[in-house]
């Protein structure tokens, strides 16, 4: 028997790849309602004319919540990404096996943290 063989729920339940295949659809669900919302929101705003467009966008754009919400948009964006090009890597057999995915991921975690941090520096205007 293989030692990546998990011989309880509980033990699949504490896995890295248990949580990464979670995140990934929870990060995912969220990017589809995000893009339906910004494209419900922008058109409707559009189709009001210009001065609601600019309107909605002064709002959006000077906003600490949605400020706030940009941040943890990147760092959703980073992670599903990041995580997607993992598991391509993995399923087209390009430089992954069994034994060094959980590696690849958090390597991969690492990167992604990086650039997180990075941007929202940059964003705070340090």
Known sequence: MS???YMTRSQMWDATGMWAWVLHRITGL???F???LHTGLMGTSLLAGKENFDSTLSILMGHPVFESLDILLLGTVLYHGLNG???LLFDI????RVQTQKNLFW???GVGAILWFWFILVKLGY
Request: no cysteine; net charge neutral; charged share 10%.
């Open 3 to 5: 030692t990546d063989a």
């Open 30 to 32: 969220g990017l589809v």
């Open 34 to 36: 995000y893009i339906l």
């Open 85 to 87: 090009i993992r598991i």
């Open 93 to 96: 057999g390009i430089g992954v």
């Open 107 to 109: 390597i991969f975690m």
